[in-house]
């Protein structure tokens, strides 16, 4: 097993996500807590030492039984981290109840490392605002009390709203827990979000490292591009010698949902293989080719914006219809037009297209924007 230095402590490269464990008859809220324990104590044999859950995963049991998993060990031979569920606005003023809670779920004393959860367009102004909710001010307490031993945060927003968080709370926060994969390293801005973080001296923790596990198979031309450079290396394993290859990330989280995905994951974790420049070329360009289907190529000139009587926010629009588009639905794109008014959502397009009389790539945004609205229902 690899391990990362963070403040003196030995981690496991690999972390163990317990967002997507073993569950019976496809019921994501009925885990299937024998095979669960059972992966639990091949990751211990192997020397993972770091579990990774939250209050809602599997229906708000995941923290259940990794606690029943993990009560099997001493306490100081794995860390545990879960997180605040502010993603959901019926939990912003209770943080101490549930915080309570996660702890009496897990059944510890304390939190090796705890998140803010899912920072985004929708919660950064709850976040913020301590006087109404108290959050920060708790958690920092916690801290201080040694029942939170490390603070930090998950982010699924875009760059302003990490940039808000960060000069609100970043001399606080010990570690952030990114979306990054070699997809995401263009797509969602993961390269200037790892600049950013890199610039306070914030290392970064990766979630979704194979994309909810489209980067575990790939088109077979794209294949034989990579058999070509590393014959022996799975196709997913590139995925994760990405990242290793990133010297700001320290933890690499794996949502495993059987023992055969934990031991080929622990198969590559044995050894620390970076790609070299012509590997890393080659596969950000698979990346290029994989996102140029079904998205469009906004640059972000803004040339649309100024020409818009809706003052619609286009280039932005855009980029969360390539997201919605290219994921087939999911969260990241609703969750961040929620966040806007609804005279600045898709469906405010007048049609009028005088966006696309001054558009450098000749995109037709009316019918985008329109498709966008079809998609979202």
Request: contains cysteine; proline residues 4%; glycine residues 8%.
């Amino acid at each position: 097993m690899i391990y990362r230095d963070f403040q003196g402590m030995k981690l496991s490269a690999l972390g163990f996500g317990a967002m997507r464990l073993p569950v019976i008859d496809e019921d994501d809220s009925r885990i299937d807590e024998a095979a669960a324990l059972r992966m639990v104590d091949t990751a211990m044999k192997n020397g993972i030492n770091y579990y990774d859950t939250a209050w809602g995963y599997h229906g708000e049991n995941s923290e259940l039984v990794m606690g029943k998993a993990l009560s099997r060990y001493p306490r100081d031979s794995f860390c545990i981290a879960t997180k605040f569920p502010g993603y959901d606005a019926s939990n912003w003023g209770r943080v101490e109840e549930i915080f309570e809670q996660q702890l009496e779920k897990l059944g510890v004393e304390y939190f090796d490392f705890y998140l803010f959860h899912n920072v985004c367009e929708m919660n950064i102004d709850a976040y913020l605002d301590d006087e109404k909710y108290g959050i920060y001010s708790y958690l920092m307490k916690q801290k201080q009390n040694g029942r939170i031993r490390h603070l930090g945060f998950s982010c699924h927003g875009s760059m302003s709203v990490l940039q808000r968080f960060l000069d609100a709370y970043g001399k606080d926060m010990e570690f952030c827990q990114l979306q990054l994969n070699y997809l995401d390293w263009t797509f969602q801005n993961g390269k200037e979000k790892t600049e950013l973080l890199d610039q306070r001296h914030i290392p970064v923790w990766v979630m979704e490292p194979l994309r909810g596990g489209r980067l575990a198979g790939i088109a077979p031309e794209d294949e034989e591009k990579l058999k070509e450079l590393r014959p022996d290396e799975e196709i997913p394993a590139w995925a994760f010698r990405f990242l290793q290859s990133i010297p700001s990330v320290t933890m690499i989280l794996s949502g495993m949902s059987s023992e055969e995905q934990l031991e080929k994951n622990l198969v590559t974790f044995a050894a620390d293989k970076k790609l070299n420049g012509e590997e890393m070329k080659t596969l950000l360009g698979i990346a290029d080719k994989m996102l140029s289907a079904g998205t469009v190529p906004c640059t972000s000139c803004h040339y649309c914006v100024s020409h818009c009587p809706q003052g619609l926010d286009i280039p932005h629009l855009l980029a969360l219809y390539n997201e919605h588009a290219y994921t087939g639905g999911g969260f990241i794109a609703p969750m961040a037009l929620a966040a806007l008014p609804e005279e600045k959502r898709p469906q405010a397009c007048l049609q009028c297209r005088s966006c696309e009389q001054v558009c450098p790539q000749q995109i037709r945004i009316s019918e985008v924007l329109a498709d966008f609205c079809t998609k979202l229902g």
